[in-house]
Structure formats: C-alpha cells, structure tokens
C-alpha cells in the first residue's frame, strides 16, 4: 500500500522515510548584497533619467519606467523572491530517491526525482537550519557560460538527520552490491 498522493509515483516497495519544507526566513548572501546594490544603482539612475526627461516635457521620460522597474526587480529580487520560491517548495526522502517539489507561478507544479545510491555526491552544510546536497546540475547562464549547481534540501531544520538517513541508504545500496 503506497502512501496517500504517491500513487504511482513511488516504485513497488518504496517506503517514504521523511518529508519536509525549507525554512522561509529572509537570508542574504554576499553576492545577493552585490546585485542588490547593482539594482539600486541601476534604478536610481533610471529614476533621474526620468526626472530629467519629464522637465524636458512630453511623454518621452515614460522609456524610462522599464528601466527603473528592472532595476528594481534585481534590488529586491532577493528579499522577495528567495522566500516565496522556499514558501512553495516541498521535500520528500524515500528508501530510494530524494523529491523536490515546486509549484511557482507561471512555471506550475514540477516534481523532480534524484536517485540515492552509494555514488550519490552526498554533501552536508551544518547550521539552523541546515543543507543537505545529494546532486549537481549543470545550467547554463548569461553569455552561454556553463555552471554547476548543488541540489538538495535546502534550509531544513533537521538537516543532521536526514544526512543520516541518506548516509544508510548509501550504506545498504553498498551492501546490497557487496552481495551480488
């Protein structure tokens, strides 16, 4: 008997070993300090651009609204976005893969499955709460330049044991191979 929701989403036998959530909290990083101030700048100038071109007359200063909403997009982006994207996350470990879940507006529901095996790039970031890496994805960003990213549960206040969950099922993934 699968578990409420995961039918046919779950494998024959796979048992759901723990679920939870990342923590919203508003936390900001030294390269969120860089954009954000990148973003007010570009802002501030757009707002003077268009201060300027109003006095000038017309409806030409209005060119200057996009510019000044993008830069406010990338100033605020992380007090505002970080949070609602983690608000709409959920996690879920079985006996045998790690679920993210997301459901964000204009990208929908999405349930993205990682294996656990004894060759899982298992990486634990200790703290209130905690990290727990279990894969890498490569995007590609701005100029085409590749990048790799660390997937996981981010931000979950019992990261020690779930670390240690995955950790036994790497340990019985490497026993069940001892044996064949």
């Known amino acids: 008997m699968q578990a409420p929701g995961w039918e046919g989403i779950l494998d024959e036998g796979e048992r759901?070993?723990?679920?939870?959530?990342?923590?919203t909290?508003?936390?900001?990083?030294?390269t969120s300090?860089?954009?954000?101030?990148?973003g007010a700048s570009f802002a501030g100038?757009?707002?003077?651009?268009?201060?300027?071109?109003?006095?000038?007359?017309?409806?030409?200063?209005?060119?200057?609204?996009?510019?000044?909403?993008?830069?406010?997009?990338?100033?605020?982006?992380?007090?505002?976005?970080?949070?609602?994207?983690?608000?709409?996350t959920w996690y879920t470990l079985?006996?045998?893969?790690?679920?993210?879940?997301?459901?964000?507006p204009l990208q929908g529901k999405k349930l993205k499955s990682y294996?656990?095996?004894?060759d899982t790039p298992l990486e634990f970031t200790p703290g209130e709460p905690a990290t727990v890496s279990f894969a890498r994805e490569t995007r590609r960003g701005n100029k085409g330049r590749r990048y790799t990213v660390r997937i996981g549960f981010e931000r979950i206040p019992d990261g020690e044991h779930v670390y240690r969950l995955i950790r036994d099922i790497q340990r019985k993934d490497r026993e069940a191979k001892e044996l064949t």
């Open 16 to 23: 759901i070993l723990w679920q939870g959530r990342p923590d």
């Open 25 to 30: 909290r508003l936390r900001l990083k030294p």
């Open 94 to 104: 079985t006996d045998r893969r790690a679920f993210i879940a997301t459901d964000l």
């Open 115 to 118: 294996p656990i095996d004894e």
């Open 33 to 38: 300090l860089v954009g954000m101030a990148f």
């Open 45 to 88: 100038f757009a707002l003077f651009w268009m201060i300027m071109a109003a006095q000038a007359g017309g409806g030409f200063w209005m060119f200057g609204l996009l510019h000044f909403a993008i830069g406010l997009a990338i100033a605020l982006g992380p007090l505002v976005w970080d949070p609602f994207r983690r608000s709409r």
